[in-house]
């Protein structure tokens, strides 16, 4: 008969070889990637510094911590919004917050992205200081909260112009300087809304979707020129979005959605967007596991994500 450490050491040696047929051949190439990855995004992040990138929507939110991940890495910034004191405040925090990186100071844009005929004017300010853009991450948006059958078609038209045609502008001004540079990438942030729709958002959703569109166009026909295009589909973040959201007569929805205020921190998506610009991504979607199956479902199931939607909508109509 065996004694109990026999038993165990047997145990032992079978949990050993168990590992040596699959854990070695599995772990060891994990692991060279791993540090492989790491690695190369050292490298990639390294060659990021003393590249152009325009952020718009600069001045709370989202854009702001993209302001940061950016200038950290010695980029050089350009900070463009509309409200000028906010853009010199995120300016002044980026100074005394980086002090040790050595990049230019951040340049202030003060612009009304929807004020479409003034872009190119504003654009070559920048070309004149810097001679290009390398990247540009066009977030600056709006969102809406309202019903489709009350919602003033200028409404519609305001968040279409503000996150969608305005990007679609701005873009095609700048596309111009990065094929005669031989390089760019744009981003576009969108939304888990340019995927799916959902009640009582359909302005927001519409000029999304519209969005995503327009880089799977964009992406395919500049591959020759080396111009990238990724898309970033968050879910919800913990920003201003809803405060600042337009109602369906124009006004200023001015609530903090508990949604929005449960959302994901803005360094952390930032954090995630700059993975994607390293990896060159096409698209990523940075959410939790729901709005990602709703994704699926759409895509896959469609009416049952219908039927899901319309459940949703009685219900939020009930609860109003
Ligand atoms: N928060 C979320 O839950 C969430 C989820 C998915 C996607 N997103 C997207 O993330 C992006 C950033 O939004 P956020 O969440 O950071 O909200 P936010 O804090 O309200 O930021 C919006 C930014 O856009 C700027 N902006 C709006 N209209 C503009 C215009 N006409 N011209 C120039 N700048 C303009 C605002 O600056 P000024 O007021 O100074 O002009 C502000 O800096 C948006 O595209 C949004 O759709 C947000």
Redesign the pocket.
């Known amino acids: 008969m065996k004694n109990e450490k026999e038993e165990t050491l047997a145990g032992w040696k079978i949990i050993w070889w168990l590992f040596k047929l699959f854990g070695f051949p599995i772990t060891i190439p994990w692991l060279m990637y791993h540090f492989y990855d790491i690695m190369l995004q050292k490298r990639k992040k390294t060659a990021l510094g003393n590249k152009v990138v325009m952020i718009?929507?600069?001045?709370?939110?989202?854009?702001e911590a993209l302001a940061h991940t950016f200038y950290s890495l010695g980029c050089k910034i350009v900070l463009?919004?509309?409200?000028k004191e906010?853009l010199e405040r995120v300016k002044n925090d980026l100074l005394n917050t980086h002090q040790t990186v050595p990049t230019y100071p951040p340049i202030v844009l003060s612009?009304?992205?929807?004020d479409i005929n003034n872009l190119k004017n504003e654009v070559s300010k920048i070309i004149m200081i810097y001679d290009r853009i390398d990247i540009l991450i066009n977030?600056?948006?709006?969102?809406y909260r309202g019903e489709v059958i009350d919602t003033n078609v200028d409404v519609d038209i305001k968040v279409m112009l503000?996150?969608y045609f305005?990007q679609v502008a701005l873009s095609k001004i700048i596309l111009p300087y990065m094929i005669e540079q031989k390089s760019g990438h744009i981003i576009g942030?969108s939304?888990?809304q340019g995927r799916i729709a959902i009640p009582f958002r359909s302005a927001y959703a519409a000029s999304k979707h519209a969005l995503q569109a327009w880089y799977d166009t964009a992406r395919a026909e500049l591959c020759d020129k080396n111009i990238k295009f990724t898309v970033v589909n968050?879910?919800?973040?913990k920003?201003?979005?809803s405060l600042?959201a337009l109602t369906g007569n124009g006004q200023v929805y001015g609530i903090m959605d508990k949604t929005?205020e449960s959302?994901f921190q803005?360094k952390y998506v930032a954090e995630c967007i700059l993975k994607s610009v390293l990896k060159q991504e096409k698209e990523v979607t940075i959410a939790s596991f729901s709005p990602k199956c709703a994704i699926i479902l759409r895509t896959l199931f469609p009416s049952l994500y219908f039927w899901i939607m319309q459940k949703r909508a009685r219900k939020l109509a009930r609860d109003k």
Request: aromatic share 2%; hydrophobic share 30%; proline share 5%.
């Open positions: 718009t929507g600069a001045s709370s939110g989202l854009g463009i919004s509309r409200r906010e612009l009304d992205l929807t977030n600056a948006g709006i969102s503000s996150n305005s942030i939304s888990v968050p879910g919800y973040i920003t201003s979005l600042n929005t959302g803005p």
